[in-house]
Nanobody, 120 residues
Framework: QVHLGESGGGLVQPGGPLILSCSASGSIASINAMGWYRQPPGKQRELVASISSRGRADYAGVVKGRFTISRDNAKNKVYMQMNSLEPEDTAVYYC??????????????WGQGTKVTVSS
């Protein structure tokens, strides 16, 4: 089993920054892609950003230029620096990882979600 633990959500004013962190732990052999999804109130979950094991990053168009995803493969962690936050960024943010466990996989794992509220 693999556990993804997120941190960094909270209340931030429009235009402000926030950093999300996610740490993967458990029976991990290796991790393929890691990423962040979000689910705004009343809407479906959507991909925000993803990063491959080699560091290639992809972003949703609405966050490109404002958000930066990065990862630390040695620590099984992924981060997302969010700048110039807008009220439309308000959502529950979920960490995702595609994981090879020791002898099995890959499997998709999700964090429990961390709430980000952008409001004055």
């Amino acid at each position: 089993q693999v556990h993804l633990g997120e941190s960094g959500g909270g209340l931030v004013q429009p235009g402000g920054p926030l950093i999300l962190s996610c740490s993967a732990s458990g029976s991990i052999a290796s991790i393929n892609a890691m990423g962040w999804y979000r689910q705004p109130p009343g809407k479906q979950r959507e991909l925000v950003a993803s990063i491959s094991s080699r560091g290639r990053a992809d972003y949703a168009g609405v966050v490109k230029g404002r958000f930066t995803i990065s990862r630390d493969n040695a620590k099984n962690k992924v981060y997302m620096q969010m700048n110039s936050l807008e009220p439309e960024d308000t959502a529950v943010y979920y960490c995702h990882a595609n994981v090879y466990e020791k002898g099995y996989g890959p499997y998709d794992y999700w964090g429990q979600g961390t709430k980000v509220t952008v409001s004055s």
